[in-house]
């Protein structure tokens, strides 16, 4: 279970008389239906996982979300589709479970995604491994369950409304994460950008992704950011990138004082402004989570590689943040006075002469 490639088969079962017409929606078939809309598409095993296993009275078996997710299908609330993925069906919002999304949660248009009756199979794996990432933080009490934002929510809220024009300039110059997650209260409380990498990309797609969320959200540490790996490969290819970018942002004069302040610059920029874990280090925690009965909830630190005190170290980056952008303002102010004295000085008369311009 849990596996991104893996394939299962699918329990099949016949139709009933009335073929899910007259289906009598409960309140947890809203909340599954809301959760596909917001993650494009959805397995059963996904589903059973999240909303039926582990739910009060639980004990429900998987064939049991078999046949809900049928009867929903038969009342035209979902698509079905199969994919290389072996004979399992993956299921897609249908414009009617839209509406009723809106409805049931008071939503705006714009709050949710747009239907889609197909997979984009070249997102396929990925897609599937960020549904299976959500399904482990929200079991796992890290986040509630309207707390994951996913990038089809975060497209829709940012360009609705706007010209083709602007849609098409905003898509080029801003950094879409795969989804934004607000942590519950905890020693890591917070919004976090979330980039589940599945596979190793061109190294320049590798720096421009760095580059970006440090512009956009490392460089004022207010939404640090959350790498997860799907393998060990993926993660060798970035933490070469990373080390990079930061021998490159980081100046001489740092690397000039006493070793301890890019030391320090050092922890900080890998453990608190950039994060990174491993997709199979994330379900081993979960694992290990179930296994304990349980418990209530689970920090983030201990499926990342986090200092403790991040909320106090963040504060420690942004000050240190926030001197080198003063000095650099006074130096440019200073260049800029020193400039208009040049300005207002008199200009000295040219000397005519073999040697005009040498000894003035």
Same mark, same amino acid.
């Given at each position: 279970m849990y596996e991104l490639e893996k394939k299962t088969p699918e329990v099949k079962r016949g139709r009933t008389k009335n073929g899910g017409k007259n289906l009598r929606l409960v309140e947890r078939d809203f909340f599954v239906?809301?959760?596909?809309? @917001? *993650?494009?598409?959805?397995s059963a095993e996904q589903i059973w996982e999240r909303f039926y296993r582990y739910a009060e009275g639980a004990g429900k078996k998987i064939k049991y979300t078999q046949n809900r997710l049928s009867r929903l299908r038969r009342s035209e609330y979902l698509h079905s589709n199969y994919t290389y993925d072996g004979p399992v069906r993956y299921y897609t919002a249908t414009p009617k479970t839209f509406d009723l999304v809106l409805n049931h949660f008071d939503l705006r248009e714009k709050d949710m995604p747009e239907t889609s009756k197909t997979i984009d199979m070249r997102s396929f794996i990925h897609d599937k491994g960020l549904v299976w990432l959500r399904v482990f933080f929200e079991n796992m009490g890290l986040i509630d369950a309207f707390s994951w934002e996913s990038e089809g929510c975060i497209k829709r809220r940012t360009l609705f409304g706007l010209t083709p024009d602007i849609i098409k300039l905003r898509m080029q110059n801003i950094v879409w994460p795969d989804a934004l997650i607000k942590l519950k209260a905890g020693k890591n409380e917070g919004t976090y950008s979330l980039e589940f990498e599945h596979?190793?990309?061109?190294? &320049?797609? !590798?720096? &421009?992704? =760095? !580059?970006? +969320?440090? !512009?956009?959200?490392? %460089?004022?540490?207010?939404?640090? #950011?959350?790498? =997860?790996? %799907?393998? %060990?490969?993926? @993660?060798?290819? +970035?933490?070469?990138? /990373?080390? &990079?970018?930061?021998?490159? =942002? #980081?100046? @001489?004069? &740092?690397?000039?004082?006493?070793? !301890?302040? =890019?030391?320090?610059? @050092?922890?900080? $920029? $890998?453990?608190?402004? /950039? *994060?990174?874990?491993? +997709?199979s280090e994330v379900r081993e925690k979960y694992e290990e989570f179930l296994g304990e009965k349980r418990r209530s909830t689970i920090e983030l630190e201990a499926i990342c590689s986090l200092e403790p005190k991040f909320l106090e170290i963040r504060e420690k980056l942004t000050k240190r943040l926030l001197e080198h952008k003063m000095e650099a303002e006074r130096v440019a102010e200073k260049d800029k006075e020193l400039q208009g004295q040049h300005d207002v000085r008199e200009p000295k008369k040219q000397k005519k002469g073999m040697f005009a311009g040498v000894f003035n």
């Open positions: 239906l809301r959760f596909i809309l @917001e *993650m494009k598409f959805c596979s190793v990309k061109a190294q &320049d797609r !590798r720096r &421009d992704k =760095i !580059r970006s +969320y440090w !512009r956009e959200s490392g %460089s004022n540490v207010q939404t640090p #950011t959350l790498f =997860i790996y %799907s393998n %060990s490969q993926v @993660e060798r290819a +970035y933490a070469e990138n /990373f080390r &990079d970018f930061f021998n490159n =942002i #980081t100046t @001489e004069k &740092d690397r000039g004082r006493d070793p !301890r302040t =890019i030391h320090e610059l @050092e922890k900080l $920029f $890998f453990g608190q402004v /950039f *994060m990174v874990a491993n +997709y």
